[in-house]
């Protein structure tokens, strides 16, 4: 086998050698030729499409291949996961993940959470109180924990929103699940509690992960009205619909910070969820803190 091999490269070699050097030449050369025309066709067009458009086809390469993984911490993973996903923005910082979880993950929950929902209330400012702060937020919801779902569903989707976050399980509050039907909002709020309105906090909440359950035929975005620094100096009402939006789609994930590194509020991480139009809304939501919690 070996001297056969041997003896047809050697074949191959002599006889082949100069189609294959001639054909390989072209090939280059084409290569060469198209590649600088589209080259300089994206030089002469202004603008952004086509510097996106070579971004892309890079990142599309990417993503094919197939990664080894390298030997992990005792506490790490022997293999190579990927989670897709965009950047939304980075004032605030605010990250999508299309198709974080299974249509069915999604309806387990909504059923699970369906048998508990009540009015969902408000973390109350001095002075507030539930009757003065009715239309705030008008969905219903209930907090689940993953202990408390035997399926594994809700565990799973904890650990999964831990690696993407990579801040532990245990920093997160138990989830919250909300419905809002037809004319529900949450006015633009902050997650955070800023210790001037709310007194000193033992803990601060440092990110929000957000999963949709349900597709919405019309409204019930999650807005960011001060995104890029947007509206900041309108006299914004907390009502209206403006700025960043991000429409609902059944499984997709959204994450973002409240904090900033150094542990700052992040202002422009004021967000809302615009009133339901057609449809009904469901989100799971976790807060995630920089203490540990008990949850
Ligand atoms: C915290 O970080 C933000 C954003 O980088 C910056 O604007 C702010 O001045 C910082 N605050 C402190 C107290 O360092």
């Given at each position: 086998?070996?001297?056969?091999?041997?003896?047809?490269?050697?074949?191959?070699?002599?006889?082949?050698?100069?189609?294959?050097?001639?054909?390989?030449?072209?090939?280059?050369?084409?290569?060469?030729?198209?590649?600088?025309?589209?080259?300089?066709?994206?030089?002469?067009?202004?603008?952004?499409?086509?510097?996106?458009?070579?971004?892309?086809?890079?990142?599309?390469?990417?993503?094919?291949?197939?990664?080894?993984?390298?030997?992990?911490?005792?506490?790490?993973?022997?293999?190579?996961?990927?989670?897709?996903?965009?950047?939304?923005s980075w004032k605030p910082?605010?990250?999508?993940?299309?198709?974080?979880?299974?249509?069915?993950?999604?309806?387990?929950?909504?059923?699970?959470?369906?048998?508990?929902?009540?009015?969902?209330?408000?973390?109350?400012?001095?002075?507030?109180?539930?009757?003065?702060?009715?239309?705030?937020?008008?969905?219903?919801?209930?907090?689940?924990?993953?202990?408390?779902?035997?399926?594994?569903?809700?565990?799973?989707?904890?650990?999964?929103?831990?690696?993407?976050?990579?801040?532990?399980?245990?920093?997160?509050?138990?989830?919250?699940?909300?419905?809002?039907?037809?004319?529900?909002?949450?006015?633009?709020?902050?997650?955070?509690?800023?210790?001037?309105?709310?007194?000193?906090?033992?803990?601060?909440?440092?990110?929000?992960?957000?999963?949709?359950?349900?597709?919405?035929?019309?409204?019930?975005?999650?807005?960011?009205?001060?995104e890029n620094g947007?509206?900041?100096?309108?006299?914004?009402?907390?009502?209206?619909?403006?700025?960043?939006?991000?429409?609902?789609?059944?499984?997709?994930?959204?994450?973002?910070?409240?904090?900033?590194?150094?542990?700052?509020?992040?202002?422009m991480?004021?967000?809302?969820?615009?009133?339901?139009?057609?449809?009904?809304?469901?989100?799971?939501?976790?807060?995630?803190?920089?203490?540990?919690?008990?949850?």
């Amino acid at each position: 086998m070996k001297v056969r091999s041997k003896g047809s490269w050697g074949l191959f070699r002599t006889k082949l050698r100069l189609p294959i050097v001639l054909l390989s030449c072209s090939v280059f050369f084409l290569a060469g030729f198209f590649g600088s025309t589209l080259l300089s066709q994206f030089q002469d067009i202004d603008g952004d499409v086509p510097k996106s458009r070579i971004l892309e086809s890079v990142v599309e390469e990417k993503e094919d291949k197939v990664f080894e993984a390298i030997p992990n911490g005792d506490s790490g993973d022997s293999f190579v996961s990927s989670i897709p996903f965009q950047v939304l923005s980075w004032k605030p910082r605010a990250v999508y993940f299309p198709g974080f979880a299974s249509a069915e993950q999604c309806e387990h929950i909504i059923k699970k959470a369906k048998a508990n929902l009540r009015p969902s209330s408000l973390a109350l400012r001095k002075g507030e109180t539930a009757e003065n702060t009715k239309g705030i937020r008008t969905s219903s919801g209930t907090f689940i924990s993953a202990s408390e779902d035997p399926s594994g569903t809700l565990g799973l989707i904890e650990e999964k929103i831990a690696k993407a976050t990579m801040i532990p399980r245990s920093h997160g509050e138990a989830f919250n699940v909300l419905r809002y039907e037809i004319g529900q909002r949450y006015l633009s709020h902050h997650d955070a509690f800023n210790p001037t309105e709310y007194g000193p906090q033992k803990s601060q909440r440092v990110a929000s992960f957000l999963l949709y359950l349900s597709d919405v035929e019309e409204g019930g975005e999650t807005m960011f009205p001060f995104e890029n620094g947007l509206n900041m100096n309108i006299g914004y009402d907390y009502e209206e619909c403006i700025g960043l939006k991000v429409k609902p789609h059944r499984g997709d994930g959204l994450l973002f910070y409240s904090l900033y590194p150094n542990g700052t509020i992040d202002q422009m991480s004021l967000h809302g969820s615009c009133p339901v139009i057609v449809g009904q809304k469901w989100v799971a939501t976790k807060w995630i803190r920089d203490q540990e919690t008990n949850d």
